[in-house]
Structure formats: C-alpha cells, structure tokens
C-alpha cells in the first residue's frame, strides 16, 4: 500500500493535469482508473484520509449494503476483480465494502495518484485556456482541461439547526461522520434524531448497549425486513460462472441489477387474499427482492400503494406490543416513496425497557440544553446525541464545491432555481465539467458502481472524441438542459414519488428546490446516452481547441 498522507505541498505553484477529479469514493476510484487507462494524466483530490467516499465516512453501527446487495454491488470493469474478491453476506457490513475499495485501490494502484486530507475549495473555468483551475485546503493548486465531480450523491451532511444544539455538552456524533475509535454507549442516555435509513440501521444496534435510547422521529418510515443471508462458497462460484449473464442483466434492467423482469401485473389484479399471501411471502424472503418482485403499479397507482402500506402497517401493529407506540410508528405517506429502508429489528427494538419514542409532530423539540433535549412535553436528560439526520442529497455537494464556470457564474447563481443539466452529467456554462451521479441521472435509483462505470466510460468517449476531432470543450446548450428536464420530471410525474416529501425530492433541505430530479428509468436512460454519443453528441456544442496539446487524441 502507498503513502495515504502526503504533506502540503508549497502554495504558488501550479501543477498540469489533463483532468482533475473531486473525490476518491467509488466514483471518483474508477474515474481514475479508467482516465488513466485512456493515457491521461489525472490527479484525484479528497479530503478523507483514505479511498472509500461515503463508505468511508459512514461507520456508524448497523451500517450495511440497504440495496439489492452483493455480489452484484461492485465494480464490473474487471474479470479479475470478479474472480478474486468473496463476499460473504447480501447487506455487506460498511467494513467488508470499505475492505474491498481498499483491495481495489491496492490492486489498481490508485492512490499514487490520490491526494487525501485535501478539500477542492474553489474550481474556476478559464475560457481563454479551455482549462479548470483548483484551489485546495493544502495549497496545491492544480489546472486541467477536464474536471470531474465525484462528489457523492449522499455526502453532504445535513445537521439540523435547533435553538441550544449546540450548548449540548455530550459527546454528538453525525451518522455520516462516523468517528474511527469505537464510541462507547455502555451506561449511556443517548437520543437519537433521524429515523431514515440510517437511524433505523443504527438504532436497534445502539440500544443493545446503551442505558437507553430516546428516539425522536419526524417521520415514520416503512421499513422492510433486510433478509441479510450469507453468500456461501457455491453462490461466488455461481455468479462468477455465470457473470457475462449477470452482467447482460444488470445492464438490461433499470436498477442495475440482475432483476429479472417481472410479469406485469398490477396489485388489483389480484384478490386480497392472494395480495396478502404475495406480500406476505416477499416479507418472509425479505431484502431488497421486495421491491424488485413487487406488482408493476405499487408507486403509480394509489390504490394499489394503499394495498402495500396497509400490509406493512399491520406488520408494524403485530410487531410493537404497546398500541400507543405502534400509534406513533405508523407511516401515512405513499409507501415506497420515501428511500425504502431495509431493517434489521428496528421494530421489535421498541419492545425493549431502554427504548423510547418521542413522535415529533404532536411533541416537538423545543431546545437543547448543555444536558438534555427538552421536548414540548417535557425534558430528556441524555449523554449522548446521535444525529442521523441525513444529507443535502443529490447535488448538495456540487453547490457545495461551487464551481464558477463562464464567466465567473456560480454553480449556486445557475442552480437557484433547479438544476439545470443535460444528461445528468454537464451543465452549460461549465464547459469540461462532468458530473458522476448528479441529478437529472439515474444516480441513487441505479447500481451505484455500475452506473460510475457506465457515466465515465461514456464521458471518456466524449473527451476521446474532442481530442480526436481537435476540439478543445464540451458544453450543452441551455435548449437541451430544458428537453432534458421535461424528458426526467415526465418520467417521475407519471409516479408517485413527486407527491412525498423526501430527500428525493429536496423537501429535506429549507430553500432546495423542491422537485424529484432523478432520471427514474436506468436502461433508457443508458440507451438515450447511446444514442445522443452515436448522434454526434447531440445536444453539445463542442468548442475547437485553443491550444495545440489539447487536440492531441488519447
Ligand atoms: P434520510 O433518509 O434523509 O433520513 C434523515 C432522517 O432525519 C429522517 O427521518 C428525517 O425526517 C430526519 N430529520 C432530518 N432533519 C431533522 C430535524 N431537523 N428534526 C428532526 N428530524 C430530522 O438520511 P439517512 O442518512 O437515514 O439515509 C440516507 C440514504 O443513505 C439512505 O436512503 C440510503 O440510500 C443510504 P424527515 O423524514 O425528513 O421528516
């Protein structure tokens, strides 16, 4: 293994890349990878201390895969990797995922070209050079023809702003900024804010150890058992036999995962019994299959969401033994609208003496004191405050960077009102400048490496052909940004998932933009990119090169 931390290095200087990527997570380790391969040269800036990205930063306990899980949650761009990496459960704990971006780093050679502990603070886009220029948090300053935003689609935390939080005098930890020493919670009161995917993972594991648990949610949350299995010896040996037709599928589906398509079917097709025994069977198999199987109208037709919502509902009732609990626990929103949660006890957690819960809707937090959190009902003396209040999702962290593109225009002063893309990937007025993940992609609602993949194998295409063809940048016009939009939010309007509030839909965050910005079905979406790069990237002005070096092909 390489160096992880390099010294600052001197302010002043300027080094030369053909591109520069913001962030080591599994977006930005294989965009490396693949530019690299391309014979570019790149430099990766992030300001962790190692590769992982959001596996690196969310530890917090209980912290597993919530999606369709492994074997199938990885990389696919080597046979290798493939034939040489085990896993052993479908809800990978985060240290098994975190261990194999590791292995990759290793095996690749990544880091040599990684600079942690290093935030881009400032990407400025130099029209007379066709080149991005970088500031960071260490000095170095870097200038690149292209620039990648790797940035995360779940990585900018929101911390929730509550008079006196900030007088609270015990230990407060955020669950995507997990500390790296073990946190004790023996003997401790601690209150946890947050019940999505996060808190519901955690919870259950902290109360196992502390002296009691008040959890104070907003917004109760359908979850569905996690159905974790081991991946025994056979499963590896099948999948690895059968890869090319996993791969072929995974690349069919929309979620980016062997999915086999199902029979349509909607939910009123068939009688309540035969709904609560299909229901009931999926329950029992549990893990993320159940959203995978499930009847093709479930997050379009609100008759048949109620027929799902009741089903959980009623399992929540059966699980919790105090009525006026199970009161509290009740979801009233479109199931499946919210980011389904995968659970493992978080229910039956509520029948334990140490756990409390507090419905913040007809009891809300007043303040904090250096002690407690003091509720309109009364106060809860605690030691310790877990916030797994989530993120600034989706491109919280690209207004995060904020980078300035022609003429000095900020990402913040484009994106006030929505944001505006083509693709999901490039913005106009931000020549060279792509985005892994961003919204208008299929980002959260596809196989995440995968699509990290299948974006930067296509935005390598494009850069190839700009060099091949003496062009010096890429940049969509304003007119294909407004089609795309139209083309996303006609996709989502057709569902369900608009109607609730969700990070989805930026209603987490006070003055986001509220509206669903994911490009919901991944295999057009994958299909529409073939299609514009097979049309001369259409939709693109791609600019000739200023400069002699950059038309040089790659
Ligand atoms: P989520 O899903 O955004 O959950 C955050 C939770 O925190 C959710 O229950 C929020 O309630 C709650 N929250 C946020 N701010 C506040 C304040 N100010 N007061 C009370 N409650 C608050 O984030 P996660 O980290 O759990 O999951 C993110 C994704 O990571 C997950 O979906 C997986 O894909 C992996 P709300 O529902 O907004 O009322």
Redesign the pocket.
Known sequence: MTSKNQPPREGGSIEHYDAVIIGAGVSGMYALHHLREMGLSVRVYDGASDVGGTWWYNRYPGARV?GPGSPFYCYTFSEELIEEWDWEETQSEQSAVLAYLEHVADRFDLRRDIQFETWVRDARYDEAAQRWTVETSTGVRACAQFLICAVGA?STA?M?D?PGIRDFAGETYH??HWPHQPVQFEGKRVAV???????IQAIPEIAKEAAHVTV????P?FAFPAGNRPITAEDMAHARANWDDFRAKMYASNGGFPADPNPSRSALDDTPEQRQAFYEELWQRGGFGFFLKLYDDIAISEEANATLADFVRGKIRAIVRDPETADKLMPDHFVIT??PILENGYFECFNRDNVALVD?REDP?ERFTETSVITRSGEHPIDMLVL????D?ISGSMLRLNPKGRGGESLKERWRDRFHNYLGLAIAGFPNLFMVHGPGSPG?FYNMPLGAERQLDWIGNLMRHLRDNGKGAAEPTTDSETAWAGEVSAIADATLFPRT???WTGA?IEGKPRYFSAYLAGSIYYARLAEIAANDYDGFVLEPAHRADDAKAC
């Open positions: 919530d779940l929101n929730p509550i669950t995507g804010i947050g019940t999505g995917s996060s808190g104070l949610q907003r917004t949350q919210k980011r913040l937090i797994a209040t989530g993120f999702a959260v509030d969700s990070w987490n």
